[in-house]
Protein backbone atom coordinates (compact mmCIF):
# COMPACT_ATOMS: atom_id res chain seq x y z
CA UNK A 1 0.00 0.00 0.00
CA UNK A 2 1.25 3.39 -0.83
CA UNK A 3 1.72 6.48 1.00
CA UNK A 4 -1.07 8.21 -0.56
CA UNK A 5 -3.38 4.82 0.09
CA UNK A 6 -2.40 4.58 4.04
CA UNK A 7 -3.39 8.38 4.35
CA UNK A 8 -6.67 8.44 2.65
CA UNK A 9 -7.27 5.01 5.12
CA UNK A 10 -6.05 7.30 7.97
CA UNK A 11 -8.32 10.25 7.54
CA UNK A 12 -11.31 8.26 6.45
CA UNK A 13 -10.70 6.43 9.95
CA UNK A 14 -11.01 9.84 11.71
CA UNK A 15 -13.46 11.24 9.47
CA UNK A 16 -16.03 8.05 10.43
CA UNK A 17 -15.60 9.09 14.29
CA UNK A 18 -16.20 13.02 13.81
CA UNK A 19 -19.53 11.92 11.45
CA UNK A 20 -20.64 9.82 13.87
CA UNK A 21 -20.21 12.37 16.69
CA UNK A 22 -21.84 15.76 14.71
CA UNK A 23 -24.76 13.82 12.87
CA UNK A 24 -25.90 10.82 15.05
CA UNK A 25 -28.63 9.08 13.33
CA UNK A 26 -30.96 10.73 10.99
CA UNK A 27 -33.62 9.83 8.75
CA UNK A 28 -32.92 6.25 6.51
CA UNK A 29 -31.46 6.70 3.27
CA UNK A 30 -29.74 9.67 4.17
CA UNK A 31 -26.24 8.95 4.04
CA UNK A 32 -25.99 11.35 7.41
CA UNK A 33 -27.98 7.87 8.88
CA UNK A 34 -24.58 7.02 10.99
CA UNK A 35 -26.35 4.45 13.30
CA UNK A 36 -22.79 3.57 15.06
CA UNK A 37 -19.18 2.86 13.74
CA UNK A 38 -16.17 1.49 14.97
CA UNK A 39 -14.41 2.63 18.29
CA UNK A 40 -11.24 3.76 16.16
CA UNK A 41 -9.78 7.35 16.79
CA UNK A 42 -6.47 7.20 15.31
CA UNK A 43 -4.02 4.87 13.33
CA UNK A 44 -0.57 5.93 12.48
CA UNK A 45 2.40 4.02 10.76
CA UNK A 46 5.17 3.32 12.97
CA UNK A 47 8.39 2.59 13.53
CA UNK A 48 8.89 -0.98 14.79
CA UNK A 49 11.82 -2.58 16.85
CA UNK A 50 11.34 -5.96 15.59
CA UNK A 51 13.20 -7.53 18.50
CA UNK A 52 10.25 -6.80 20.90
CA UNK A 53 6.55 -7.98 21.50
CA UNK A 54 4.24 -4.48 21.37
CA UNK A 55 3.58 -2.68 25.06
CA UNK A 56 0.13 -3.85 25.00
CA UNK A 57 0.78 -7.48 24.54
CA UNK A 58 3.12 -7.88 27.24
CA UNK A 59 0.94 -5.33 29.55
CA UNK A 60 -1.99 -7.20 29.70
CA UNK A 61 0.46 -11.03 30.57
CA UNK A 62 0.17 -12.66 27.20
CA UNK A 63 3.89 -13.56 27.28
CA UNK A 64 3.33 -15.89 31.04
CA UNK A 65 0.43 -17.34 29.44
CA UNK A 66 2.18 -18.45 25.84
CA UNK A 67 3.74 -20.58 28.64
CA UNK A 68 0.92 -22.42 29.04
CA UNK A 69 -1.18 -22.04 25.66
CA UNK A 70 -0.94 -20.05 22.91
CA UNK A 71 -4.76 -20.92 21.98
CA UNK A 72 -6.25 -23.74 20.16
CA UNK A 73 -7.59 -23.72 16.62
CA UNK A 74 -10.74 -25.21 18.30
CA UNK A 75 -11.33 -22.18 19.85
CA UNK A 76 -13.47 -19.43 17.16
CA UNK A 77 -13.88 -15.49 17.76
CA UNK A 78 -16.31 -14.23 15.46
CA UNK A 79 -14.73 -10.63 14.40
CA UNK A 80 -17.81 -8.43 13.71
CA UNK A 81 -16.77 -5.46 11.91
CA UNK A 82 -15.23 -3.34 8.97
CA UNK A 83 -13.50 -7.09 7.31
CA UNK A 84 -10.35 -8.63 7.67
CA UNK A 85 -7.47 -8.39 5.05
CA UNK A 86 -6.75 -12.64 5.29
CA UNK A 87 -3.93 -11.95 2.64
CA UNK A 88 -2.18 -10.60 5.00
CA UNK A 89 0.48 -13.11 5.84
CA UNK A 90 0.26 -12.90 9.79
CA UNK A 91 -3.22 -13.50 9.70
CA UNK A 92 -3.92 -15.50 6.54
CA UNK A 93 -3.06 -18.86 8.49
CA UNK A 94 -5.71 -17.47 11.75
CA UNK A 95 -8.52 -17.08 9.51
CA UNK A 96 -11.31 -19.91 10.52
CA UNK A 97 -12.28 -22.41 7.62
CA UNK A 98 -15.58 -23.93 7.36
CA UNK A 99 -15.08 -27.58 6.97
CA UNK A 100 -18.05 -28.29 5.88
CA UNK A 101 -18.00 -25.88 2.80
CA UNK A 102 -16.09 -26.69 -0.67
CA UNK A 103 -15.05 -22.73 -1.91
CA UNK A 104 -15.77 -21.49 -5.08
CA UNK A 105 -18.31 -24.44 -6.18
CA UNK A 106 -21.13 -21.49 -5.80
CA UNK A 107 -22.70 -24.25 -3.66
CA UNK A 108 -24.17 -23.69 -0.36
CA UNK A 109 -22.59 -27.02 0.34
CA UNK A 110 -23.28 -27.17 4.62
CA UNK A 111 -26.91 -25.53 3.77
CA UNK A 112 -26.72 -22.80 6.11
CA UNK A 113 -28.19 -20.22 3.80
CA UNK A 114 -24.76 -19.20 2.76
CA UNK A 115 -22.93 -19.78 -0.33
CA UNK A 116 -18.91 -20.71 -0.32
CA UNK A 117 -18.70 -18.82 2.81
CA UNK A 118 -15.13 -20.75 3.69
CA UNK A 119 -14.41 -17.90 6.13
CA UNK A 120 -17.15 -16.28 7.04
CA UNK A 121 -19.38 -13.68 5.29
CA UNK A 122 -19.41 -10.16 4.25
CA UNK A 123 -23.20 -8.91 5.04
CA UNK A 124 -22.50 -5.20 3.70
CA UNK A 125 -21.61 -6.77 0.31
CA UNK A 126 -23.39 -9.88 0.60
CA UNK A 127 -20.54 -12.44 -0.59
CA UNK A 128 -18.67 -14.93 0.53
CA UNK A 129 -15.38 -12.85 1.23
CA UNK A 130 -14.57 -9.32 2.69
CA UNK A 131 -12.64 -8.32 -0.10
CA UNK A 132 -14.69 -9.36 -2.82
CA UNK A 133 -16.46 -6.11 -3.30
CA UNK A 134 -16.37 -2.52 -2.23
CA UNK A 135 -12.98 -1.68 -0.43
CA UNK A 136 -12.67 -2.35 3.66
CA UNK A 137 -11.68 -0.19 6.18
CA UNK A 138 -8.39 -1.23 7.82
CA UNK A 139 -10.04 -1.12 11.45
CA UNK A 140 -11.31 -5.43 11.32
CA UNK A 141 -7.91 -6.19 10.46
CA UNK A 142 -6.60 -4.22 12.54
CA UNK A 143 -8.93 -5.86 15.97
CA UNK A 144 -7.88 -9.35 13.79
CA UNK A 145 -4.16 -8.68 14.15
CA UNK A 146 -4.60 -7.84 18.14
CA UNK A 147 -6.45 -10.80 18.44
CA UNK A 148 -4.23 -13.71 16.65
CA UNK A 149 -1.48 -12.33 14.20
CA UNK A 150 0.87 -15.09 14.31
CA UNK A 151 4.51 -14.43 15.26
CA UNK A 152 6.56 -12.60 12.84
CA UNK A 153 10.06 -10.00 12.89
CA UNK A 154 7.48 -7.17 14.16
CA UNK A 155 5.67 -6.50 16.73
CA UNK A 156 2.26 -7.11 16.08
CA UNK A 157 2.06 -10.92 17.45
CA UNK A 158 -1.74 -11.15 18.54
CA UNK A 159 -2.61 -11.84 22.45
CA UNK A 160 -3.87 -15.73 20.94
CA UNK A 161 -1.92 -16.30 18.06
CA UNK A 162 -2.86 -20.19 17.58
CA UNK A 163 -6.90 -19.42 17.98
CA UNK A 164 -8.71 -18.85 14.60
CA UNK A 165 -10.93 -15.67 13.71
CA UNK A 166 -14.35 -16.02 12.12
CA UNK A 167 -14.67 -12.67 9.53
CA UNK A 168 -18.08 -11.24 9.41
CA UNK A 169 -18.11 -8.30 7.36
CA UNK A 170 -20.68 -5.61 8.94
CA UNK A 171 -19.06 -2.09 8.63
CA UNK A 172 -18.80 0.22 5.15
CA UNK A 173 -16.05 1.48 3.55
CA UNK A 174 -16.07 4.12 5.76
CA UNK A 175 -16.20 2.16 8.95
CA UNK A 176 -19.83 3.43 10.02
CA UNK A 177 -23.49 1.48 9.61
CA UNK A 178 -26.62 3.22 8.90
CA UNK A 179 -30.37 2.84 10.62
CA UNK A 180 -31.41 0.32 7.64
CA UNK A 181 -28.75 -2.29 9.11
CA UNK A 182 -29.88 -3.57 12.07
CA UNK A 183 -30.96 -6.89 10.47
CA UNK A 184 -27.88 -7.01 9.02
CA UNK A 185 -26.38 -6.52 12.48
CA UNK A 186 -28.67 -9.34 14.04
CA UNK A 187 -28.19 -11.33 11.14
CA UNK A 188 -24.25 -11.83 11.84
CA UNK A 189 -24.39 -12.31 15.27
CA UNK A 190 -26.74 -15.38 14.24
CA UNK A 191 -24.38 -16.70 11.83
CA UNK A 192 -21.55 -16.48 14.63
CA UNK A 193 -23.62 -18.30 17.16
CA UNK A 194 -25.26 -21.12 13.90
CA UNK A 195 -21.48 -21.73 12.84
CA UNK A 196 -19.64 -21.99 16.40
CA UNK A 197 -17.89 -18.98 16.87
CA UNK A 198 -16.97 -19.12 20.74
CA UNK A 199 -16.59 -15.52 21.81
CA UNK A 200 -17.94 -12.47 19.50
CA UNK A 201 -15.63 -9.38 19.47
CA UNK A 202 -18.31 -6.28 18.93
CA UNK A 203 -15.58 -3.44 18.93
CA UNK A 204 -18.41 -1.25 17.55
CA UNK A 205 -20.52 1.15 19.25
CA UNK A 206 -23.87 2.66 18.74
CA UNK A 207 -25.47 6.38 18.83
CA UNK A 208 -28.66 6.16 21.33
CA UNK A 209 -30.21 3.07 21.90
CA UNK A 210 -30.33 0.26 19.30
CA UNK A 211 -34.03 -1.56 18.38
CA UNK A 212 -34.90 -4.86 19.77
CA UNK A 213 -34.02 -6.49 16.67
CA UNK A 214 -29.94 -6.40 18.28
CA UNK A 215 -30.90 -6.61 21.74
CA UNK A 216 -32.52 -10.37 20.98
CA UNK A 217 -29.90 -10.82 19.10
CA UNK A 218 -26.82 -10.48 21.84
CA UNK A 219 -29.75 -12.36 23.97
CA UNK A 220 -29.55 -15.33 21.29
CA UNK A 221 -25.92 -15.34 21.88
CA UNK A 222 -26.01 -14.98 25.73
CA UNK A 223 -28.36 -18.00 25.90
CA UNK A 224 -25.97 -19.93 23.63
CA UNK A 225 -22.97 -20.04 25.48
CA UNK A 226 -21.28 -17.19 23.24
CA UNK A 227 -19.25 -15.15 25.20
CA UNK A 228 -19.33 -11.18 23.64
CA UNK A 229 -16.70 -8.51 24.04
CA UNK A 230 -18.03 -4.58 23.36
CA UNK A 231 -16.38 -1.28 23.94
CA UNK A 232 -17.15 1.47 26.44
CA UNK A 233 -16.77 4.05 23.55
CA UNK A 234 -14.77 6.86 22.67
CA UNK A 235 -16.37 10.41 23.88
CA UNK A 236 -14.53 10.41 27.07
CA UNK A 237 -17.31 10.41 29.47
CA UNK A 238 -19.28 8.82 31.87
CA UNK A 239 -21.88 6.76 29.34
CA UNK A 240 -21.31 2.85 28.17
CA UNK A 241 -22.46 3.02 24.71
CA UNK A 242 -24.62 0.37 23.57
CA UNK A 243 -23.96 -2.73 22.46
CA UNK A 244 -21.50 -2.46 25.24
CA UNK A 245 -24.28 -1.34 27.68
CA UNK A 246 -26.17 -4.63 27.35
CA UNK A 247 -26.09 -7.31 29.93
CA UNK A 248 -24.98 -9.82 27.74
CA UNK A 249 -21.89 -8.18 26.71
CA UNK A 250 -18.84 -7.72 28.37
CA UNK A 251 -17.78 -3.88 28.14
CA UNK A 252 -14.30 -3.16 28.19
CA UNK A 253 -12.69 0.65 28.85
CA UNK A 254 -9.16 1.73 27.39
CA UNK A 255 -6.26 2.18 29.41
CA UNK A 256 -2.37 4.07 27.95
CA UNK A 257 0.74 3.18 29.08
CA UNK A 258 0.37 4.23 32.08
CA UNK A 259 -2.45 2.36 33.33
CA UNK A 260 -4.45 5.52 33.66
CA UNK A 261 -8.26 5.69 31.80
CA UNK A 262 -7.51 6.66 27.71
CA UNK A 263 -8.45 10.78 27.25
CA UNK A 264 -10.98 9.10 25.07
CA UNK A 265 -11.99 6.01 26.60
CA UNK A 266 -15.75 6.26 28.42
CA UNK A 267 -16.84 4.62 31.45
CA UNK A 268 -19.32 4.07 33.94
CA UNK A 269 -20.96 1.53 35.99
CA UNK A 270 -21.08 -1.42 32.83
CA UNK A 271 -17.53 -1.32 32.64
CA UNK A 272 -16.46 -5.04 32.85
CA UNK A 273 -12.52 -4.96 32.37
CA UNK A 274 -10.18 -2.82 30.75
CA UNK A 275 -7.33 -3.35 28.55
CA UNK A 276 -4.82 -1.53 26.49
CA UNK A 277 -6.20 0.75 23.77
CA UNK A 278 -3.98 3.83 23.21
CA UNK A 279 -1.39 3.71 20.52
CA UNK A 280 -1.31 0.49 20.30
CA UNK A 281 0.61 -1.98 17.64
CA UNK A 282 -1.37 -4.26 14.98
CA UNK A 283 -1.75 -4.41 11.02
CA UNK A 284 -3.02 -2.83 8.39
CA UNK A 285 -4.97 -4.50 5.86
CA UNK A 286 -1.75 -5.25 3.84
CA UNK A 287 0.21 -6.79 6.63
CA UNK A 288 1.75 -2.97 7.18
CA UNK A 289 2.23 -2.48 11.44
CA UNK A 290 0.40 0.25 12.69
CA UNK A 291 -0.47 2.09 16.11
CA UNK A 292 -3.87 2.47 16.63
CA UNK A 293 -6.10 4.41 19.60
CA UNK A 294 -9.87 3.49 20.58
CA UNK A 295 -11.85 1.37 22.97
CA UNK A 296 -11.76 -0.86 19.98
CA UNK A 297 -8.37 -1.78 20.20
CA UNK A 298 -9.22 -2.15 23.95
CA UNK A 299 -11.76 -4.83 23.29
CA UNK A 300 -9.66 -6.87 21.16
CA UNK A 301 -6.73 -8.27 24.08
CA UNK A 302 -9.81 -9.06 26.05
CA UNK A 303 -11.56 -11.41 23.39
CA UNK A 304 -7.97 -12.73 23.06
CA UNK A 305 -7.56 -13.60 26.59
CA UNK A 306 -11.11 -15.35 27.12
CA UNK A 307 -9.77 -17.21 23.70
CA UNK A 308 -6.81 -18.50 25.84
CA UNK A 309 -8.77 -19.39 28.92
CA UNK A 310 -10.82 -21.47 27.04
CA UNK A 311 -7.58 -23.05 24.27
CA UNK A 312 -6.61 -24.23 28.17
CA UNK A 313 -9.67 -25.73 30.00
CA UNK A 314 -12.66 -26.20 27.20
CA UNK A 315 -14.35 -27.29 30.22
CA UNK A 316 -15.38 -23.94 31.44
CA UNK A 317 -18.54 -22.33 31.07
CA UNK A 318 -18.63 -19.13 29.71
CA UNK A 319 -19.34 -17.46 32.85
CA UNK A 320 -16.52 -19.88 34.71
CA UNK A 321 -14.08 -18.39 31.75
CA UNK A 322 -15.45 -14.88 32.27
CA UNK A 323 -15.15 -14.94 36.36
CA UNK A 324 -11.25 -16.19 36.01
CA UNK A 325 -10.76 -13.40 33.51
CA UNK A 326 -12.28 -10.87 35.94
CA UNK A 327 -11.04 -12.71 39.42
CA UNK A 328 -7.13 -12.60 37.98
CA UNK A 329 -7.34 -8.59 36.90
CA UNK A 330 -5.18 -6.47 38.01
CA UNK A 331 -7.05 -3.65 40.16
CA UNK A 332 -6.45 -0.15 39.06
CA UNK A 333 -7.57 3.50 40.35
CA UNK A 334 -9.70 3.26 43.46
CA UNK A 335 -9.85 -0.33 45.76
CA UNK A 336 -12.70 -2.82 44.25
CA UNK A 337 -14.80 -2.48 41.11
CA UNK A 338 -14.94 1.08 39.74
CA UNK A 339 -16.75 2.78 36.80
CA UNK A 340 -13.33 3.51 34.82
CA UNK A 341 -11.83 0.11 34.91
CA UNK A 342 -14.19 -2.38 36.08
CA UNK A 343 -12.27 -5.00 37.82
CA UNK A 344 -8.85 -4.01 36.37
CA UNK A 345 -6.69 -4.60 33.82
CA UNK A 346 -6.23 -8.24 32.76
CA UNK A 347 -4.06 -10.47 33.06
CA UNK A 348 -4.11 -13.05 30.65
CA UNK A 349 -0.90 -15.40 32.25
CA UNK A 350 -2.71 -15.43 35.77
CA UNK A 351 -6.16 -15.47 34.28
CA UNK A 352 -5.02 -18.79 32.14
CA UNK A 353 -3.10 -20.53 35.16
CA UNK A 354 -6.28 -19.96 37.30
CA UNK A 355 -8.67 -21.52 34.35
CA UNK A 356 -6.10 -25.07 34.47
CA UNK A 357 -6.34 -24.77 38.50
CA UNK A 358 -9.87 -24.74 37.88
Not at 49 to 55: G, L, N, Q, T
Not at 79 to 92: E, F, N, R, V
Not at 248 to 262: F, H, K, M, P
Request: net charge negative; aromatic share 6%.
Amino acid sequence: MGAKSRALFTVLGILAIVLVAVFGATAVGDRRDVAGAGGATSVSLATIDPSAISWSIERVGAPAAWNMTTGSSEIVVAIIDSGIDGTAPDLSSALWINLDEIAGNGIDDDGNGYVDDLHGWDFRDNDPGSLVGTPIHWHGTFVAGLIAARPDSNQATGVAPDIRVMDLRFLDTRNQFYGRDWEMFAEAIDYAIDNGADIINLSVYCNGVPPATLEQALRRAHDAGVLVVGIAGNNGCNRVCYPGRYPWVIAVSATDRENGLASFSNYGADVAVCAPGDAVISLYPDGEIAAGSGTSFAAPHVSAALALILSRNAGLSPQEALACLMDSATDLGIAGSDAEFGSGLINAGQAVASAISG
